[in-house]
């Protein structure tokens, strides 16, 4: 792979949909050409409609990476320009699946910081239209990264990327979605990782008490 740049910065408001329970939805994001400024809870000029699973410290950003959009192109036989999965950040030479939770990316000013998968939901596969849109997806493996924002700052399409630090405790994007996913056996490995969501370490301790 090349070195990791960013391609594009899509953003959305959000406006009424016909998938979902709230019926409102901000995926349909959008490349902008002009920097975008990280901050805490995102970018701006950009929104999330369901801040219950979207949004918030940990999900500030999504990211899915170009190579990802292009395996999913030739599947599906249509183009799938930046943002076609709602994410705010495509990348390009960085393997996100392999992302270690944690792991800490420089892109311009901003450092920002990988968090956890992207579990599918009905808004999704309402908005790429597909059929057994969840399943498909699921079966890939490949989720993109919810990204904290630790340092506020400008970042613009074309920028480098560039990993600043990575935990040693080895938990990836990939063995999280996995463990959500229905693999049991992967579940312990979460609480490895001090930086994943509390919500998600919750889950993962209750599972564990629960076999």
Known sequence: MGNP????????????????????SAIDKRP?????????????????????????????????????AEAWERELGRPLPPGSFGENLTTQGLEITRAVIGERWQIGRA?????????????????????????????????GAYLRVLEEGVLSAGDQISVVHRPGHGV??????????????LIPRLLLAPELPEKMREWARARMHSR
């Open 111 to 143: 450092i920002l910081e990988v968090s956890s998968p992207r579990i599918p939901c009905s808004v999704f596969a309402g908005f790429v239209g597909e059929p057994d849109w969840i399943k498909r997806f699921t079966a890939r493996g490949c989720p």
């Open 32 to 68: 902008v050409s002009i920097p975008g400024r990280a901050h805490r809870l995102g970018l701006d000029g950009d929104e999330q409609a369901d801040s219950k699973h979207h949004g918030g410290l940990d999900k500030a950003l999504y990211a899915f990476a170009r190579e990802d």
């Open 5 to 24: 740049t960013l391609v594009a910065i899509n953003i959305a408001y959000a406006v009424p949909v016909p998938w979902g329970q709230l019926k409102r």
């Open 172 to 185: 990836t994007i990939s063995d999280v979605f996995r463990a959500k996913s229905g693999e049991a056996d």
